[in-house]
């Protein structure tokens, strides 16, 4: 099994930057693609972006691109997610999955998940 914690959320001003971390214990998951989402109140769940195994491939949602980086260290079982430029759309709960695989997958079915942490963005 794989515990996923997220961290790094909170209040932050538009235009500005947060880094949120996902932390994963359990097993490692450096043979793992992961995965970051959110939900907006009354909204479905977003993917966002997703990263291979090895952080040699990444793919990023049309509404984040080139504002979201994913990047991953193994050595500490960690994902993260940098964003710039938020707007007060971003405004979520923000989570983080893992997929028992190497690769990205084309259909969301992550096999485990995080509990989220929340974002918000103030006009």
């Known amino acids: 099994q794989v515990q996923l914690v997220e961290s790094g959320g909170g209040l932050v001003q538009a235009g500005g930057s947060l880094r949120l971390s996902c932390a994963a214990s359990g097993r490692t998951v450096s043979t793992y693609a992961m995965g970051w989402f959110r939900q907006a109140p009354g909204k479905e769940r977003e993917f966002l972006a997703g990263i291979n195994d090895s952080g040699t491939s990444t793919r990023y949602a049309d509404s984040v691109k080139g504002r979201f980086t994913i990047s991953r260290e193994n050595a500490k079982n960690t994902v993260y997610l940098q964003m710039n430029s938020l707007k007060p759309e971003d405004t979520a709960v923000y989570s983080c999955?893992?997929?028992?695989?190497?690769?990205?997958?084309?259909?969301?079915?992550?096999?485990?998940w995080g509990q989220g942490t929340q974002v918000t963005v103030s006009s």
């Open positions: 999955a893992a997929f028992s695989r190497p690769y990205i997958p084309y259909i969301n079915n992550y096999d485990y």
